[in-house]
């Protein structure tokens, strides 16, 4: 017999509420796990993160499968194969809705050196706060998701909803290899999808939940410039050759300006014009500059006091980052070298209607008028090595007034709606695939650090972010089929 509505999540809230040094206990392990995508010498991490995830997932009842998703092309021409993906399946009740989890728990590189005041693979609470990589981005929010449906198994109520769970260790390169598993299993897995929900980004404050329905897209590039064989000796050799660095500092500064302008011609073409009602919504978003300003320590922001400026360079305008350069000297000390070979990598965040094809010819046309213009002698390559798509939706659908009540029922207040500047490449396949409304749910809060030192997630936010999507999943499951 169904318990009464306010019972069963009571019960789950107790349950969860109880649990909490269990939950931190698995967090614990699974940031142990250095499951760096981007380095090919930690792939195995990877894919004994995924064995481990799989193990967990199949004490909950999971029926999941590892699907092999091939080999990617290392840069320098060697394969590396995938880890692979998770899909899993739990209940298969014709009259209850299906909701498709998806989320991912491969992890950006950190290294104490780089500023951490903590080991980065070693999940240390100070202050409330859970200190490691990958605690927020993303494997925090996959374990709620594992400790809400443990929670509803452990108080013996019935999960309200079929669940189907899609897990990924590439989210952090590319996602290479799982947008096409997730359309060749169109008509199989994906068929009964009626809902699809992700926890993979950030609130845009750190006390009030939001709920997102759109993301930027990403074109990565890389520029290589070779001068020579070898490395030289820069006093016996420095002035007789042109300089692969000193081409590569040229072409780097050559892309964007100081107001944050990029300088590649037409690369704002299919950018949409701002209309009236979006300009409205962004002058509600809850939002203090001056709090952004701060928790950043910059000296200075591009659009100074203006929120509504700032919010849309951060999700609905492209933006160009330089993000360093693979080959040249970067320890302490005063190395006296010309580097052979550099690469320098950088990525321009896309916004809805552009192409990354189109953004692609651009940059690589733009940037071969410029290497003419340099006029070097040296050997010159650009490519993108991988674009993906931006995605916005409409939320005024079933799927986020489930959140919406979710969020009230634990957090006692209304979300925003947000968007948010990151990527997650596979969101767009999820809607193309299933043909359902996808929503975004965050768990962390805006200073949690993802990408960066001393990432963390707050305590507050991994407990209640087990409640809200248990309280999710019970609302979805009010929706019946
Ligand atoms: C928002 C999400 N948690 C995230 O961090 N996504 C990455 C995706 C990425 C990185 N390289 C390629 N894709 C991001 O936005 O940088
Ligand atoms: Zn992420
Ligand atoms: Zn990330």
């Known amino acids: 017999m169904a318990l009464p509505e306010s019972r069963t999540l009571s019960l789950i809230f107790k349950y969860v509420d109880d649990h909490v040094l269990n939950y931190i206990e698995l967090l614990k ?269 910059s000296p200075s922001l591009l659009h100074k006091e203006d929120k509504t400026k700032l919010l849309m360079s951060r999700w609905r305008f492209p933006s160009l980052s330089v993000h360093g350069m693979e080959g040249c000297f970067s320890d302490p000390g005063t190395k006296t070298v010309i580097p052979r070979k550099v690469i320098g990598k950088f990525s321009i965040r896309i916004v809805p209607n552009q192409d990354p094809i189109a953004v692609e010819k651009a940059v690589v046309d733009y940037l071969n008028k410029e290497w003419a213009k340099r006029g070097s002698s040296n050997k010159f390559k650009v490519s993108m090595v991988h674009g993906a798509k931006a995605w916005v939706t409409d939320p005024r659908n079933s799927n986020y007034e489930a959140a919406i009540r979710a969020t009230k029922r634990v957090y006692n207040t209304e979300p925003d709606m947000t968007r948010e500047g990151g990527s997650i490449p596979i969101t767009l396949t999820f809607q193309e695939v299933t043909d359902k409304s996808v929503i975004l749910i965050p768990i962390g809060a805006c200073d949690d650090g993802a990408h960066s030192q001393n990432e963390k997630l707050d305590r507050r936010n991994y407990i209640q972010g087990t409640k809200l999507l248990a309280a999710y999943l019970y609302e979805i499951g009010k929706m019946g089929k």
């Open 29 to 297: 392990e699974a940031v142990a796990i250095k499951s760096v995508s981007c380095s090919p010498h930690l792939r195995d991490d990877c894919i004994t993160m995924v064995k481990w995830l799989h193990c967990k997932l199949k004490a909950l009842g999971v029926e999941a499968e590892e699907c092999d998703v091939g080999t990617q092309t290392l840069p320098d021409g060697r394969p590396l194969r995938l880890p692979p993906v998770i899909l899993g399946s739990l209940g298969n009740d014709p009259s209850k809705p299906t909701v498709c989890i998806y989320g991912h728990i491969d992890v950006q590189p950190a290294a104490q050196e780089d500023g951490w005041h903590t080991e980065p693979f070693n999940l240390t609470e100070i202050d409330g706060k859970l200190y490691g990589r990958g605690a927020s981005d993303d494997k925090g929010p996959v374990l709620c998701w594992l400790n809400a449906i443990q929670a509803y198994q452990k108080q013996e109520l019935p999960i309200p909803v079929n669940l189907k769970f899609v897990f990924e260790a590439m989210e952090e390169s590319g996602s290479e290899g799982l947008e096409d598993l997730l359309k060749q299993r169109k008509e199989s897995f994906f068929q009964n999808v009626d809902y699809v929900c992700i926890s993979d980004n950030y609130w845009l404050g750190k006390d009030k939940p939001c709920l997102t329905y759109g993301l930027r897209g990403l074109c990565y590039f890389f520029i290589e410039v070779t001068c020579a064989c070898k490395d030289l000796h820069s006093g016996v050799y420095g002035g007789t050759i042109n300089e692969a660095m000193s081409d590569m500092v040229y072409l780097l500064s050559r892309l964007v300006d100081k107001d944050g302008t990029i300088l590649i011609p037409n690369i704002n073409n299919d950018v949409l014009p701002v209309t009236d009602d979006e300009r409205r919504q962004y002058q509600e978003i809850d939002f203090s500059v001056l709090d952004y300003k701060t928790e950043l320590g």
